[in-house]
């Protein structure tokens, strides 16, 4: 049984910095493609960054920049540095999995991704 679980949010000022964590247990990160999504008040659940092969990553322009996704195999564990920090990146934070290999395409849609964690709330004041 696969799960992923968040952990590392917070509320944080404008500016500011955190680190995401997400630790799996019944799957190997190394091998498969890990996603973030958010998803804020009101709004659908949208593409934050993406490890799509042990080499590939890729961000939405609105966190490009600012925001690192990093593999630690050892700890089969997937984070989301996020730096510079704004008011519009509140958002209950997601992470996603799969074992199928998808491309850069589909690793920006939810539907590319068979398994999620239960989100971590992040806040950032202005």
């Known amino acids: 049984q696969v799960q992923l679980v968040e952990s590392g949010g917070g509320l944080v000022q404008a500016g500011g910095s955190l680190r995401l964590s997400c630790a799996a247990s019944g799957l190997t990160f190394s091998r498969n493609p890990i996603g973030w999504f958010r998803q804020a008040p009101g709004k659908e659940r949208e593409f934050v960054a993406t490890?799509?092969?042990?080499?590939?990553?890729d961000y939405a322009d609105s966190v490009k920049g600012r925001f690192t996704i990093s593999r630690d195999n050892a700890k089969n564990t997937v984070y989301l540095q996020m730096n510079s920090l704004k008011p519009e990146d509140t958002a209950v934070y997601y992470c996603?999995?799969?074992?199928?290999?998808?491309?850069?395409?589909?690793?920006?849609?939810?539907?590319?991704?068979?398994?999620w964690g239960q989100g971590t709330q992040v806040t950032v004041s202005s």
């Open positions: 996603a999995a799969t074992t199928q290999f998808i491309g850069p395409v589909v690793a920006r849609t939810q539907r590319g991704y068979d398994y």
């Open positions: 490890s799509w092969s042990s080499v590939n990553t």
